[in-house]
């Protein structure tokens, strides 16, 4: 095993020291978007093991990150219906700590590996090294029901989807693909098509607590992405990583009654920084810059004789890779109607025939503008107003998250001002460093605009902001968690009404029995949490459309109350002055992100529950056809039918 010192000079040098460059399998791949997975496999694992990068990534890092992570002992035993992310999380760690590991790849798998199977969206590991692949299969599938009956398919529009990539996708495919398209999947690897969905939904696509609604994320769906419609490939045809080189199908092809055998070849995506061989690329994708770590805010500008810098802005969100590759939607799928209010890239508003449902397609609660949100939200409602509109439908299809206070927001805006506070009740982990943390901020003056920790970011339960120098961590508040007593910090609920730019009508500006959602369930965190308050607090209609017909369904995903990324809690602990305590997080030595969620929020149903762990159903529940798969203002108007009859 090469030194540290030793190995990283071997990375970033002309010639690694560990490859000969004449034999280096980065360089075939170098300046490629799209290539054989087995080729991106062996640039992968050129990088060898290196016990000094385990130790900081694992033992000094993640291993001390996941002590702030609020839902750690609920894995120890899962409650129903989520026992498949039950783990013993220091036991799996402390396995892979003792693994021997060939290369430095194998290492990073077993870790995201482990951390994906959490099954939590907030809470995962991202080495950028090894995430900077995406395997693509040129038979994205989708489920279903063909004259009343429900199953999975290769999906219709094949052809002018996949060949959105390009030549230099599909001219190395090297089968007829084409003629898959609209297939009946028999098999998939000798299994029941829906037995083998399952089976990535519980290993490759993490993200979701329930297994049902990371079934639906196993589906190709459309999406709202960076202002424009677009189509996710799944997590079945479009996984991170290159573990696969082709999948087997037996499928009865459109026309036909006879099954048929298939095999059918990934092609990796390459989304990361470019290289030029085994050194560019280690430099260039796994090395630690000047991103990956956080930093100390009272060396920068502000400088703590300013209050006047505005506060940042807690998120909660999940993080999925497939948005790096925004692939359209086929344009014949794309709404006809002409959008009404304002666009800032996650809010597509329409007016449906007839003038009585206006549709508000809200694709993310994280925008470029967040006031720009707020003034969409409000033009959208006028225009339907104005129009004569009495009806509002939401569609939250793959809302992967964002910004707290945006979700929210909406909820206030569209249930008034009457109903008070316009969000959950909120806690974070109290461990011994978070403890720090906090008395800390309070000895060195700081206030919101430095740390999420200080108290001024939150409000008493009489909704009274509470001032900086208030330690709400003191005392803590223990609960026991599957027998394990665990500190927590006093409760608290959050200040998103300082955010509010728009004034919030006293009433509501639709009745809000004439409010539904629909969606995919694929629908995370601050949009778990919105679609969770219109469940709990005002009983909406909500529709979830698609999943394994076998099973129940949430309309909902992975809802925690705020993430924090790494950069984020080393900032709030190097800006704490508290780097040097033996319980912080060492910087990593390479580009990754081990995320975490940081809060927790508490059911209305029940506040000794985390609403990520009450199941709650839709109202309604529908399979995708021909007709809506794919073809949002069909479904919309299919829902409009179904839901205000």
Not at 20 to 48: E, M, R
Request: contains cysteine; aromatic residues 12%; charged residues 15%.
């Amino acid at each position: 095993m090469l030194p540290l010192p030793v190995l990283l000079l071997a990375l970033s040098s002309p010639t690694p020291l560990f490859v000969a460059a004449a034999a280096d399998p980065c360089v075939v791949i170098a300046g490629k978007t799209f290539v054989h997975p087995s080729d991106a496999l062996a640039c992968l694992k050129s990088f060898p093991f290196n016990e000094t990068l385990r130790q900081n990534v694992l033992t000094h890092n993640i291993a001390r990150v996941v002590d702030f992570f609020t839902f750690e002992d609920y894995y120890l035993q899962s409650p129903p219906p989520f026992q498949d992310s039950t783990v013993n999380i220091r036991a799996a760690l402390a396995n892979i700590n003792t693994t021997k590991f060939a290369t430095d790849y194998d290492f990073n798998v077993a870790l995201y590996d482990f951390a994906t199977r959490l099954n939590d969206g907030h809470t995962r590991w991202f080495p950028d090294c090894y995430t900077s692949y995406q395997n693509l299969l040129p038979a994205p599938i989708v489920s279903l029901e063909v004259n009343g009956v429900q199953g999975v398919y290769v999906v219709p529009d094949l052809v002018e989807f996949v060949s959105l990539l390009g030549s230099s996708y599909t001219d190395l495919i090297g089968i007829d693909w084409q003629r898959l398209a609209g297939a009946q999947v028999i098999s998939i690897e000798g299994r029941d098509p829906y037995a083998y969905v399952d089976f990535i939904a519980a290993t490759v696509s993490g993200n979701y607590l329930s297994h049902n609604v990371r079934v639906n994320s196993v589906f190709s769906s459309y999406r709202l992405t960076g202002n424009a419609y677009s189509q996710r490939f799944g997590d079945f045809a479009g996984p991170t990583g290159v573990a696969q080189d082709s999948l087997t199908f037996q499928v009865i092809l459109v026309n036909s009654t006879k099954p048929e055998t298939v095999t059918v070849p990934y092609i990796a995506n390459f989304l990361g920084a470019p290289f030029t061989d085994g050194p560019s690329y280690w430099a260039n994708n796994c090395a630690a810059n000047e991103d990956t770590n956080g930093v100390d805010f009272k060396s920068g500008t502000a400088g703590l004789e300013s209050n006047t810098v505005k506060r940042r802005q807690p998120m909660a969100n999940i993080v999925d890779k497939s948005t790096g590759n925004a692939i359209g939607l086929p344009s014949r799928f794309e709404p006809t109607l002409p959008t009404v209010g304002g666009d800032q890239g996650v809010i597509k508003s329409y007016i449906l025939p007839g003038n009585k449902t206006g549709v508000m397609f809200v694709g993310s609660f994280g925008p470029n503008s967040f006031d720009g949100f707020q003034r969409d939200v409000v033009s959208a409602i006028n225009a339907f107003k104005a129009a004569g509109v009495t009806r509002l439908l939401i569609d939250l299809t793959n809302n992967g998250g964002g910004f707290i206070c945006l979700g929210q927001f909406l909820h206030q805006y569209l249930a008034g001002t009457r109903i008070g506070y316009p969000g959950f009740v909120s806690t974070a982990r109290g461990n011994p460093l978070a403890r720090k943390i906090v008395a800390s901020d309070i000895e060195l003056g700081l206030n919101g605009s430095f740390s999420f920790y200080t108290a001024d970011n939150w409000a008493f339960l009489n909704g009274t902001q509470m001032p900086a120098s208030f330690n709400y961590m003191t005392p803590d508040v223990p609960i026991v968690i599957n027998g394990k007593l665990d500190a927590t910090s006093q409760r608290f609920h959050d200040t998103c009404e300082l955010s509010f730019i728009v004034p919030i009508p006293s009433n509501p500006p639709f009745d809000l029995q004439n409010v539904a959602i629909v969606s995919n369930a694929n629908c995370a965190s601050t949009c778990a949490m919105f679609s969770t308050l219109m469940n709990e607090r005002h009983g909406t209609k909500i529709a979830v459309f698609g999943g394994n017909p076998r099973e129940q369904i949430e309309f909902k995903g992975m809802a925690g109350n705020q993430v924090l990324e790494w950069k984020d809690i080393d900032s709030e602990i190097k800006t704490g002055n508290l780097k040097d305590d033996p319980l912080a997080p060492a910087d990593l030595l390479v580009s990754g992100n081990f995320r975490h969620n940081w809060r927790t929020a508490w059911s209305f149903f029940d506040e000794k529950e985390p609403i990520a762990y009450v199941f709650e159903l839709p109202r309604f529940r529908f399979a995708y056809t021909p007709d809506t798969y794919n073809q949002p203002q069909k479904l919309w108007q299919f829902a409009e039918e179904k839901l205000f009859a």
